[in-house]
């Protein structure tokens, strides 16, 4: 397919109308689908490309496009009126296409002032923290010893010996890149001798290598809030990797986990318990104490003729709210424990007991054989 078979605005997908940023837009999304790199061996996507480069060309010039417009692709043939030809290349547009493509390694825009190279942020760090469940309740200040790549203190981070300073690289002469051709391509990297500082140390410090940073082991300060759970992410900004030739530093992240309870388990704010009570206890009711983890006691009503398995539920007894207000409830779920040991005269008195049953006292059991002899023909 050739730019000469086709409508430039059919070929671009817009209204003969459209503006130059509709035209821009779908000028783009195009080239990135057509783009080479994208479609490698593919001659077919490759004349694509060249084809709606060549219709951009025209139709992003005021002057181009009133010619067109006006005489059609005649205007840029055999010195046409038009004038100027189709094969021309933006090269700030397509260097906006590989930013896009292939991130910010092509173009000035990935650097700073002048193409060079922003120094990059500092790497950041996870830590890993074991706390008990009384701490994630109660929250606690500590300190952790991590061992980072921090600032120099002989050349403050610069990477320069002290005295020396940093002069322009002779490869890039001070831009922080460097221009390739590829076919009727221009691409800029960054320079490879500088890293796309587009500076050079004169004299490396002895004591970081000109890196910057160096190795130190550092004890930090901190704070567990209360309400804290498995996963928990607290963020330490700037206690990082420190960057090179003086970048800001990274963050240092500690993750929390939370060691298992003897006898709490926890799920979000609520806090649940297994009390095994006496049968007795289940049939007569009671008033069984729990301890809290905020060092309270909280007393449960057992209802008579609860079931085993049944849960009870002390409201704002659990864990604090995260960075809130409040706290969540403790769960006590009773399981009601058959005595396994039994004196001569407790069993006679269940069995004075069982005389006594009408089957009203259990009416799931009842309910359950009835179901039986109904499934069953009696």
Aim: one cysteine or more.
């Amino acid at each position: 397919m050739s730019a000469a078979e086709i409508d430039f605005y059919e070929l671009l997908g817009v209204d003969r109308g459209a503006d130059g940023a509709t035209i821009k837009s779908a000028y783009r999304k195009l080239a990135m689908k057509y783009h080479p790199d994208r479609n490698p061996g593919d001659a077919e996507a490759e004349a694509h490309f060249k084809a709606i480069s060549a219709a951009y060309d025209i139709l992003k010039d005021d002057q181009k496009r009133a010619a067109y417009d006006r005489y059609g692709h005649a205007a840029f043939q055999n010195g046409g009126p038009g004038g100027g030809g189709m094969g021309g290349q933006d090269f700030n547009d397509l260097g906006d296409i590989f930013e896009t493509i292939f991130g910010s390694a092509f173009g000035g825009a990935a650097g700073g002032p002048g193409g060079r190279a922003r120094p990059r942020r500092g790497a950041d760090l996870r830590y890993d923290m074991q706390v008990s469940l009384e701490e994630a309740f109660d929250g606690k200040n500590t300190q952790i010893e991590v061992e980072v790549s921090s600032t120099c203190d002989t050349c403050s981070g610069s990477g320069a010996e002290p005295g020396t300073a940093r002069r322009r690289c002779e490869l890039c002469h001070g831009a922080g890149k460097v221009r390739a051709k590829q076919g009727f391509f221009v691409i800029e990297r960054p320079c490879p001798n500088c890293g796309g500082a587009g500076e050079v140390l004169e004299s490396p410090c002895g004591d970081c290598r000109g890196e910057g940073a160096v190795d130190k082991l550092q004890t930090l300060d901190v704070d567990i809030p209360p309400g804290v759970d498995n996963g928990t992410r607290i963020r330490l900004s700037g206690k990082g990797e420190a960057g090179p030739r003086g970048a800001p530093s990274g963050d240092l992240y500690i993750f929390v986990h939370v060691k298992p309870h003897p006898v709490f388990e926890r799920e979000g704010t609520a806090l649940f318990t297994r009390v095994p009570i006496s049968f007795t206890s289940a049939a007569l009711g009671d008033t069984i104490d729990i301890p809290g983890l905020d060092g309270e006691t909280h007393s449960i009503d057992i209802p008579s003729g609860i079931q085993s398995g049944k849960q009870l539920r002390k409201r704002g007894a659990g864990m604090p709210v995260l960075q809130g207000r409040g706290r969540g409830d403790l769960v006590v779920e009773v399981q009601v424990e058959t005595p396994t040991k039994l004196s001569s005269r407790q069993k006679e008195l269940l069995c004075e007991f069982r005389e006594t049953e009408t089957g009203e006292e259990c009416p799931q059991s009842r309910g359950f054989f009835e179901k039986i002899k109904e499934a069953f023909g009696g």
